[in-house]
């Protein structure tokens, strides 16, 4: 059983920055995490992960560039650091974590993961 908590979301201006934080409990080796975002009336939608073995990172394209997604194994922690937000950015972001071989040959679907968090709301104001 693994346990994820979100946290670092709120309330920015266009152009502004926030932090989150995706801290993991119980089983933390070789794993693949994402963060997930979900508007109002919209799918889930893909947004960075990254993988444990080998360090690789994946980014939606509409993110690329302003998004940086990293891991910090001393406190079982991934971050999303978010730079130039947007108002399109507004969603609830939610972190998942994966181990099976779907996880890593597919990260882009949320399907692919086993846990998930309970989110984090983001809100970039015009």
């Known amino acids: 059983q693994v346990q994820l908590v979100e946290s670092g979301g709120g309330l920015v201006q266009t152009g502004g920055s926030l932090r989150l934080s995706c801290t993991a409990s119980g089983r933390t080796s070789n794993y693949i995490m994402a963060w997930f975002r979900q508007a109002p009336g919209s799918e889930r939608e893909f947004v960075a992960a990254?993988?444990?073995?080998?360090?690789?990172?994946y980014y939606d394209n509409s993110v690329k560039g302003r998004f940086t997604i990293s891991r910090d194994n001393a406190r079982n922690t991934v971050y999303l650091e978010m730079n130039s937000l947007k108002p399109e950015d507004t969603a609830v972001y939610s972190c998942?974590?994966?181990?099976?071989?779907?996880?890593?040959?597919?990260?882009?679907?949320?399907?692919?993961?086993?846990?998930w968090g309970q989110g984090t709301q983001v809100t970039v104001s015009s």
């Open positions: 998942r974590i994966g181990f099976r071989g779907d996880s890593f040959s597919y990260p882009f679907s949320p399907a692919s993961y086993d846990y």
């Open positions: 990254f993988k444990t073995t080998g360090g690789r990172t």
